[in-house]
């Protein structure tokens, strides 16, 4: 896995692939605070537990 120039608030450089998801995670926060429908914030809180997951599972030695 390829470890990209970009660097998580830990400091620590991150893989392409969680780049992507925590590019998503924040868009998907940005779109659920601007608006109102309380089902579609269910389904982006859901999408967003899910892609942070997955960055979990790429790197399960990192949250010991």
Do not use: W
């Not at 605070?33 to 899910?50: F, W």
């Amino acid at each position: 896995m390829r470890v990209a120039p970009f660097r998580g608030s830990s400091g620590v450089p991150m893989c392409d692939k969680c780049v992507e998801h925590d590019k998503k995670i924040e868009r998907y926060r940005r779109v659920s605070s601007s608006i109102n429908d309380q089902l579609t914030i269910d389904g982006l809180k859901k999408l967003i537990a899910d892609l942070e997951a997955q960055k979990a599972a790429l790197h399960p030695d990192e949250g010991k």
